[in-house]
């Protein structure tokens, strides 16, 4: 079945580059995704990779998708503060559904 | 602001009564999506609409459940006999069209607190 697995728990201090991993099993999914959520706050989608790309950089951003392993990566670089947050992979299947990691939460430490 | 509106923000209600919510979606995004999120999970998938059409709905809606786009544009969700378990935020995206292209877009969420 669909499944999406992700580490729960990354703290970095301020200025390093944070990794996010997210692990996947539907190989058949066209697009894997990267959502931000603040406390109290809905999803904001940071970006997304097609399943024929190998990598995306999007300004601080760059995800890399392992599509053999099926295996994702966000990194972000120069971390702040306001990074701090729950981020969320997401494959969608064929009928555009998104099944969604648990989350990893990222500390940033000043 | 065009982003996904939902009303209302919170919902507090007391066990076996009826609520329902709504999302608004962005103007011409013709795929609308339900998702609920319990503490410390990830968005779980409920149903989805293309236009008025609702083509998917998840085992996880029992028949409390349901849901309606009549003219394609807002949606209801209405839970029946409302159960302390369907405590949980109510989230409701939508996208432009293709499947999986270019993401969903989230709205702040309906949190639900059923006493």
């Known amino acids: 079945g669909e499944d999406v697995e992700q580490s729960l728990f990354l703290s970095v201090r301020e200025g390093d580059s944070s990794v996010i991993n997210c692990t996947y099993t539907?190989?058949?999914?066209?697009?894997l995704y990267w959502y931000k959520q603040e406390p109290g706050a809905g999803l904001q989608l940071l970006t997304y990779?097609?399943?024929?790309?190998d990598m995306k950089q999007d300004q601080r951003l760059t995800v890399l998708l392992n599509k053999k392993d099926k295996h994702l990566s966000l990194r972000i670089a120069d971390t702040q503060t306001g990074d701090s947050a729950i981020y969320f992979c997401?494959?969608?299947?064929?009928?555009?559904?998104?099944?969604f990691g648990q989350g990893t939460t990222l500390q940033v430490k000043p | 602001d065009t982003g996904v509106s939902q009303d209302p923000r919170h919902k507090i209600t007391k066990r076996g009564q009826n609520v329902t919510f709504r999302c608004d979606p962005i103007?011409?995004?013709?795929?609308l999506y339900w998702y609920r999120q319990t503490l410390g999970q990830g968005p779980e998938f409920l149903t989805y609409?293309?236009?008025?059409?609702?083509?998917?709905k998840s085992r996880l809606l029992s028949d409390r459940f349901s849901a309606e786009r009549p003219k394609g544009s807002f949606s209801t969700l209405e839970i029946q006999r409302t159960e302390q378990g369907d405590s949980a935020m109510y989230l409701c995206?939508?996208?432009?069209?293709?499947?999986?292209?270019?993401?969903?877009?989230f709205g702040p969420g309906t949190r639900l607190t059923v006493l």
């Open positions: 995206a939508s996208s432009p069209g293709l499947a999986g292209t270019g993401g969903q877009f």
């Open positions: 539907d190989s058949s999914s066209t697009y």
């Open positions: 990779i097609f399943s024929n790309m």
């Open positions: 997401a494959e969608s299947s064929n009928t555009g559904k998104l099944i």
């Open positions: 103007s011409e995004h013709n795929r």
């Open positions: 609409f293309q236009n008025e059409a609702q083509l998917e």
